[in-house]
């Protein structure tokens, strides 16, 4: 077994007890933004300003992600490259429109946290798991399609 037929196996696994998909499929996304925005929102160092004012511990992360999609499955990392540079237009949208970029973070990281409890995970220990495992939540929603499509992961 791969290492992402690892990481889709456990995400899987943990995601088991979903009751309802629909929930699932908004709060993974809404959590992914809600954490990427709060990380985009920390101050960073003047060496990073100095590089570029994109480069923030919120890009920093979401670059670092896609370079680990690339390690663990092409096909799956050409896929969610989309999806990558999508979040990182949302949080340059909110950053530029002048936004309050920790509250609407942490609104979002709240609400998409709810909706996983909700989804029937239930215990705080569960909810802690999910998110350390969020990051594959994308890859694996991905992978529901690219088996249905028959795309090979």
Do not use: C
């Amino acid at each position: 077994m791969t290492d992402i037929d690892n990481w889709l196996a456990e995400y899987e696994e943990s995601h088991a007890t979903v009751r309802n998909p629909l929930l699932h499929w908004t709060a993974t996304p809404v959590v992914i933004v809600g954490f990427s925005g709060l990380l985009w929102s920390l101050p960073v160092p003047t060496e990073f300003k100095d590089i570029s004012p994109l480069l923030n511990w919120g890009s920093a992360f979401l670059m670092v992600t896609a370079i680990y999609y690339f390690i663990i499955s092409l096909s799956l990392a050409i896929g969610l490259l989309p999806f990558l540079l999508g979040l990182a237009a949302i949080q340059i949208w909110l950053v530029s429109a002048g936004l309050p970029m920790l509250e609407i973070s942490v609104g979002l990281l709240a609400g998409g946290t709810v909706g996983l409890a909700l989804s029937g995970q239930g215990s705080a220990s569960a909810i802690v798991r999910g998110l350390q495992l969020m990051m594959i939540g994308p890859a694996w929603l991905l992978s529901i399609l690219y088996k249905r499509f028959e795309i090979p992961i």
